[in-house]
């Protein structure tokens, strides 16, 4: 109960970007980039659009990642299966960005 009663307010705070990376982070002072596993701070930390909002995309948590800059900046125009599976093909993408694409198509 406290769970989603915390998972509320924090997502009346996520507003902005910064408020959106700090619901991403979670209680955690570290995560990792979704594209390429490195261990980001909450400084280093973009947000990232799984489906960009050009392309009809919102930005609600759940079309949201964690990304380095470098993976954000180079992702461009690529769809995230294609730049996930680029980065690490031996890997399955997060299942939640799996379950959000599924409802799209």
């Known amino acids: 109960h406290f769970d989603r009663v915390l998972r509320k307010k924090l997502k009346k705070k996520a507003t902005n970007n910064r408020g959106r990376k700090r619901f991403l982070f979670g209680a955690s002072l570290e995560a990792s980039c979704t594209y390429c596993a490195v261990r980001l701070t909450f400084e280093q930390a973009t947000v990232d659009h799984v489906l960009p909002v050009s392309a009809g995309g919102s930005n609600q948590l759940h079309n949201l990642?964690?990304?380095?800059?470098?993976?954000?900046?180079?992702?461009?125009?690529?769809?995230?299966?294609?730049?996930?599976?680029?980065?690490?093909?031996?890997?399955?993408?997060?299942?939640?960005?799996l379950v959000m694409l599924s409802r799209r198509r």
Do not use: S
């Open 65 to 97: 990642v964690l990304a380095c800059e470098p993976c954000n900046r180079t992702r461009g125009v690529l769809d995230f299966l294609t730049f996930f599976k680029r980065k690490r093909p031996d890997e399955d993408p997060p299942e939640r960005v």
